[in-house]
Each structure stands twice: as C-alpha cells, then as structure tokens.
C-alpha cells in the first residue's frame, strides 16, 4: 500500500502484510464458516418453508438436475424427503410433470476424458422411451459421448424458447446462465421468477422486470472448462434485476 492507510479494510490489509499468519488469522477469524449469524429473534420455531414456481417447499434448497441418478440408487425417490423437490433431468429415470429446466449450457457434451477411458456406457432413459432411440453402441470411446453427440442440438437457441413455450403452459426455467448480458436476454424474451442455483431468491422487482426463471450455473465445472465458478458470477447476473 503506497499511502497512508485511511479505513480499516486498508488497515486490515496492512496488517494481514505485516503479522505471522498465525496472529492475523487469531484476530480475523471466526468460527467455522465465518458465517454472519443474526441475534435476538426468536427461533423457537423455525419454518424455512416457501413456495416456488407454486409450489411449496419445506426448505429454500432444491436438488441441481444430476443426469443418471438412478445408477447410484435405483428407487431415486427413496433418496429425497418426501415433499422436497428436487429438478428432474432430460436423462432421468422418472417422468416429466411440473416444470421443465432447459439445460442451455450443453449444446455438445464436452470431452470428458475419465469417460473416454471407461468407455461409460448411458443407461436407457425412460423419459424418451417410445420418443427415440435411446441405445447406442460405440467401441470408439464413451458411450454416453456418441448418445449426446446424436441427441443434443448445437443449434439450440432464444428462438427455441419462444417455440418451447408456445407448446407449454409448464413453467420454464433456463439453467446455465453465466453473464449479464444472458440474463438480460431472458428478462425481454421470457418472463418468469428469478432461481439462482445455491438460493432462491424471488424479488419484487424481478417480477416488476418481467423475469420468469433462470438457474445461474456453469454445470459444476462439467461442460466448460476454465469456466468462471458460479458464486463468482451472481452479482454480475442478478445485478440487473435489483
Ligand atoms: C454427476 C453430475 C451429473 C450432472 N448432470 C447434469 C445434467 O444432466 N444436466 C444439468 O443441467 N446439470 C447437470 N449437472 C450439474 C448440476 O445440476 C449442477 O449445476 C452442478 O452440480 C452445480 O454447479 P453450479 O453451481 O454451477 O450449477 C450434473 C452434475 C453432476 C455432479
């Protein structure tokens, strides 16, 4: 720091340069996650219960769409609460009913080199049973490569949003948005809540904007590499809806 420090964020600077580690971190620190708990309201009894989309939710925390669930589990169900929702995928071994994620950061599967070398093989969907072919051999690598390589659509755009809800009147959420730019899209062509992907949060003037749905995600680091972490990214998104 060239100058004279004038607040305590720069005093604080100063002394993380100036201690042993040791002692800033005594003085800095708090316990566990560093959490900011807040004090005198009554907890005695607590209910995190919302409503989503319409639906109500014992808790504001919903499972991320996890493609093959049932491969760790067979009676998927049996995993979740009863009444927790959880977002079901394309590639999932229960049906579509209440609302539709359209994943929109896939539009290839990315090269996955774990599943090239096990040569992982898709199980069959049944959400696509009867729709189309949901085998598919190759000796060549991964399976599931060569099934997404045939069923994901690299052309897929805000176009086929428009097309999507003119076929639904399922609520629609778009996950995998990572800049501002993508969200202000979505606020003029798509009008639904606000759903970041570690909190819900559903504002007033996001509605006022004429936001419906978009789930901020970089797919947990699956489909981009180097892709920014999602947390890191929040602000920039949800800025324009506040
Ligand atoms: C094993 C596994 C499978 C996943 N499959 C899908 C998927 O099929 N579709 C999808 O949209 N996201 C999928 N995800 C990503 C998660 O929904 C979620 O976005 C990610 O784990 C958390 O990263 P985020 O905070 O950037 O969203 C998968 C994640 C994992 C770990």
Redesign the pocket.
Known sequence: MASEPVNVNEFQELARKVLPKMYYDFYSGGAEDQLRPRVLIDVSRINMSTTVLGYKIPAPILI????MHHVAQPEERKLQPERQRHVL???SNSTIEEAI?L?VD?PRLCRREADIKNKMIAPKIKNLEGLLKTEVDSDDGSNLEAYANRTYDASLCWKDIEWLKSITSLPILV??ILTHEDGKTITSSFNNFLLL??LIITTRKAVEAGVNGI?V??????QLDYAPP?ISVLDEVTIHFH
């Open positions: 991320a769409p996890i493609s995928l394309f590639v994620v994943t896939s996950k995998g992907c570690l789930v995600s970089n797919h947990g680091g699956r999602t």
